[in-house]
T-cell receptor
Framework: TQLLEQSPQFLSIQEGENLTVYCNSS?????LQWYRQEPGEGPVLLVT?????EVKKLKRLTFQFGDARKDSSLHITAAQPGDTGLYLC????????????FGQGTILTVHP | SAVISQKPSRDICQRGTSLTIQCQVD?????MFWYRQQPGQSLTLIAT?????????ESGFVIDKFPISRPNLTFSTLTVSNMSPEDSSIYLC?????????FGQGTRLTVV
């Protein structure tokens, strides 16, 4: 089993602050995905990183895939209350991207 | 993209009873997946629902406890049998399309 260690588990910050969430493993992955889940909803895909060293930006969110493809990070700049939610990294372990192994998740709360 | 509808969205059940959760997809898919999300935690894969064959269960999950049906390429059900309070969780179905995964909104189950 390829485990994903996600940290921190909880983040409580003020609006305007920056934050970084980490997703680490001893295994090499062909790709990693980041999801965001709001209460009462299923996870929604934010990004898939595929190439070692890759950096992808989604507005105030920056995703990086480690050079060795064993780890990834999510950085949020100037967090807003609307960023509040559960952030999950995941990898697809089978032939379908619907079959996912998730990290433990990071519960982010951004206070106004 | 795939649109997934789950029913019910939530339920409160007595211990010892069973609940069947339905998952409907707006397009035909080969595999559907069922996940459990315990309170405040990440998602764990229960099983893969294969059309025309028995579901494939992950370690720690058994068919007697979580029987799954997959009568066609757009529909699946998950039954949580002989429920106990420890089964209180959110149950989600998902499908993969290409390099994307889509989730239903989940069924929040409380066992009392």
């Amino acid at each position: 089993t390829q485990l994903l260690e996600q940290s921190p588990q909880f983040l409580s910050i003020q609006e305007g602050e920056n934050l970084t969430v980490y997703c680490n493993s001893s295994s090499v992955f062909s790709s990693l995905q980041w999801y965001r889940q709001e209460p009462g909803e299923g996870p929604v895909l934010l990004v898939t990183v595929v190439t070692g060293g890759e950096v992808k930006k989604l507005k105030r969110l920056t995703f990086q895939f480690g050079d060795a493809r064993k780890d990834s990070s999510l950085h949020i700049t100037a967090a807003q209350p609307g960023d509040t939610g559960l952030y999950l990294c995941a990898h697809a372990g089978g032939t379908s991207y619907g079959k996912l192994t998730f990290g433990q998740g990071t519960i982010l709360t951004v206070h106004p | 993209s795939a649109v997934i509808s789950q029913k019910p969205s939530r339920d409160i059940c007595q211990r010892g009873t069973s609940l069947t959760i339905q998952c409907q997809v707006d397009s035909q898919v080969t595999m559907m997946f069922w996940y459990r999300q315990q309170p405040g935690q990440s998602l764990t894969l229960i099983a893969t629902a294969n059309q025309g064959s028995e579901a494939t269960y992950e370690s720690g999950f058994v068919i007697d406890k979580f029987p799954i049906s997959r009568p066609n390429l757009t529909f699946s059900t998950l039954t949580v049998s002989n429920m106990s309070p420890e089964d209180s969780s959110i149950y989600l179905c998902s499908v993969g399309q290409g390099s994307l995964a889509f989730f239903g909104q989940g069924t929040r189950l409380t066992v009392v």
